[in-house]
């Protein structure tokens, strides 16, 4: 597939590649690479990009055949041995996806995607101390980027160190103001320290953007209830619940600030 005729050269195909991967076609951008790779079977550019797409498409085997030819060319290519960790992590790997991302670190000190990659790997695995130090190593090479600090704060709140994780969540909206999903975690930490009506003006500042959004609909029913302002709560819940029957009720059912409703008939109607 082409985009404008046929490519002179790899640098061509490659770029083309790059606009198909770009627009997450990346299943058209593989085929551009192999073409690329035809020519020049020891292009970085084409091998490394190639196994970014095949990660995507969670193929994750022939990924880690990309990163690798790339790292018998450059042994210390730190982004190919994050990519190749990433993929082992997938694969149910994690012993070997934590040596790679090691290995990343190893090659350059300063690469900070290593270490929050590594840190949600430990966060997946049940080894949540440790990725809050991991994600504290990231933040100091990159203060300014929020995402990091973000997957600490969702840590945080695994931990129940909500004033903490709360704290994380605060920082971020006051220097990226239109981080939605860091306002909706700042609500839900400010209801999880029982501040449940600054929560819920939060919660409306979402809806009124995104209206449909089910999550934070349960959110705000969760809080009205706890507010005892439960005929809002019940319309929201039911508007919840209709939305995703499933995670909902499963969510319902182990949430406490629900307990004084297992009573009320139109609670049982809408939970059925």
Not at 160 to 184: S, Y
Not at 195 to 219: G, M, S
């Amino acid at each position: 597939m082409i985009l404008f005729g046929k490519p002179k050269n790899p640098e061509d195909v490659i770029y083309q590649a790059m606009a198909f991967f770009e627009r997450n076609q990346p299943k058209a951008a593989i085929t551009l690479f192999n073409q690329a790779l035809k020519a020049d079977p020891k292009n970085i550019q084409a091998l490394y990009n190639k196994g970014l797409a095949l990660n995507q498409i969670r193929k994750y085997q022939d990924a880690i055949t990309s990163f690798d030819k790339v790292l018998e060319i450059k042994s210390d290519d730190a982004p190919s041995l994050n990519n190749r960790a990433i993929a082992l992590g997938e694969m149910g790997n994690p012993e070997d996806a934590e040596k790679y991302y090691d290995k990343a670190i190893k090659a350059d000190s300063k690469y900070a995607t290593a270490y929050y990659n590594k840190g949600v790997l430990y966060d997946k695995i049940g080894k949540q101390e440790e990725a809050l130090g991991i994600l504290d190593e990231a933040i100091k090479i990159e203060p300014k980027n929020s995402s990091s600090r973000f997957y600490k704060g969702i840590v945080l709140g695994k931990l129940n160190r909500h004033e903490e994780a709360l704290n994380c969540f605060t920082n971020i909206c006051h220097a990226h103001p239109q981080h939605m999903d860091a306002l909706f975690h700042k609500g839900i930490e400010l209801a999880e320290i029982g501040k449940h009506k600054q929560a819920i003006e939060i919660f409306d500042k979402l809806l009124a953007k995104h209206k449909k959004n089910v999550n934070v609909t349960y959110a705000k029913s969760r809080s009205l209830a706890a507010v005892d302002q439960i005929d809002q709560s019940l319309e929201l819940l039911k508007h919840a619940i209709s939305q995703n029957r499933k995670v909902i009720k499963k969510w319902v059912e182990h949430e406490k600030i629900f307990d004084k409703l297992q009573d009320d008939e139109r609670f049982k109607k809408i939970i059925k």
